[in-house]
Nanobody, 113 residues
Framework: QVQLVEPGGGSVQAGSSLTLTCTAS????????MAWYRQAPGKEREFVAA?????????EYGDSGKGRFTISRDNTGMTAYLQMNSLNPDDTAIYSC?????WGQGPQVTVSS
């Protein structure tokens, strides 16, 4: 079992940057891939980005974040970061961090024009 804590989120202006944090706990949490998904009102959940556990330089991005978002993981492997740049109103959504089929609480990110 993995517990995930996601502080952050918030409201920003278009063109701004925002960093989300996801901290995992649990004996083997550091070995799991950590990923962000997002869901906007009326839309299906969308993959945003993922970073592997043991190979922390291995990342993957969904189409929406390529070139604008960067996912990383700290040296302990327990905390992941999603750096989001050049945000636009289409990025408004609930962003949920997941690992090993467990999920964080999913903070709201709102981008206004």
């Amino acid at each position: 079992q993995v517990q995930l804590v996601e502080p952050g989120g918030g409201s920003v202006q278009a063109g701004s940057s925002l960093t989300l944090t996801c901290t995992a706990s649990g004996r083997t949490a550091g070995s799991y891939t950590m990923a962000w998904y997002r869901q906007a009102p009326g839309k299906e959940r969308e993959f945003v980005a993922a970073v592997q556990g043991r190979r922390r330089n291995v990342t993957e991005y969904g189409d929406s974040g390529k070139g604008r978002f960067t996912i990383s993981r700290d040296n302990t492997g327990m905390t992941a970061y999603l750096q989001m740049n050049s945000l636009n109103p289409d990025d408004t959504a609930i962003y949920s961090c997941g690992a090993n089929q467990c999920w964080g609480q999913g903070p709201q990110v709102t981008v206004s024009s």
